[in-house]
């Protein structure tokens, strides 16, 4: 059972550049979510999904777009890096009542 | 902005119970407080949440006082292992909107030591 899974786990992009990171969960989960969490501090919601072809904005969501197509797969696209994107991003997933599972994780530099 | 309030850190010897506290003086009547606890830069780990009454699982326990102001996350063994951030977040359990966001704040930085 691979959980939450994270597609890169490190990246490095320069400014201006497009990417896209894939999330994707085996648990049949309804809610998924992107965080980032920069040095020092605590994980920061971007976007989330409260099922497949919903999404909606967190706190901070500028410079960052989502899409939930399939139920197992949220993507968070970046489509004009900047270094101030230079984060650890971090999806999760939970059902309604439960905690969330998170994945290990993607380290994004933007230079 | 989270809505909980917790010391930046705490030191515990290891084999002692490590005792961490949580202020959620503005929580509402469907808020539910939840634990977890960040390793190193791994994602984060649910360990536990509760209403009003005391819980216990396989990892901690969780206490939150009458008034439900505060609650306390008491890890019964310290290991070396539970060196972490922890987080406490108070939130809305059936969620369908953004009352039901995890909103993490800075957490306690727990130190175990031998």
């Known amino acids: 059972n691979a959980g939450v899974t994270q597609t890169p786990k490190f990246r490095v992009l320069k400014t201006g550049q497009s990417m896209t990171l894939l999330c994707a969960q085996d648990?049949?989960?309804?809610?998924m979510y992107w965080y980032r969490q920069d040095p020092g501090m605590g994980l920061r919601l971007i976007h989330y999904?409260?099922?497949?072809?919903?999404?909606a904005k967190g706190e901070v969501p500028d410079g960052y777009n989502v899409s939930r197509l399939k139920k197992q797969n949220f993507l968070l696209g970046l489509e004009s890096a900047a270094p101030s994107q230079t984060s650890v991003y971090f999806c999760?997933?939970?059902?309604?009542?439960?905690?969330?599972?998170f994945g290990q994780g993607t380290r994004l530099t933007v230079v | 902005d989270a809505k909980t309030t917790q010391p930046p850190s705490m030191d515990c010897a290891e084999g002692r119970a490590a005792n961490l506290p949580c202020n959620h003086s503005?929580?509402?009547?469907?808020?539910?407080v939840y634990w977890y606890r960040q390793i190193h830069s791994q994602g984060p780990q649910y360990i536990i949440h509760?209403?009003?009454n005391n819980e216990t699982n396989e990892m901690a326990s969780l206490i939150i006082t009458e008034d439900r102001k505060s609650s306390t996350l008491i890890l019964p063994h310290a290991t070396l292992r539970d060196t972490a951030v922890y987080y406490c977040?108070?939130?809305?359990?059936?969620?369908?909107?953004?009352?039901?966001?995890?909103?993490f704040g800075k957490g306690t930085k727990l130190s175990v030591k031998p």
């Open positions: 999760a997933s939970s059902l309604r009542q439960r905690g969330a599972f």
């Open positions: 648990m049949n989960h309804e809610y």
């Open positions: 999904s409260v099922g497949e072809g919903t999404t």
């Open positions: 503005t929580i509402s009547g469907n808020e539910y």
């Open positions: 509760g209403l009003k």
């Open positions: 977040i108070v939130r809305v359990k059936n969620y369908g909107g953004s009352q039901g966001n995890l909103i």
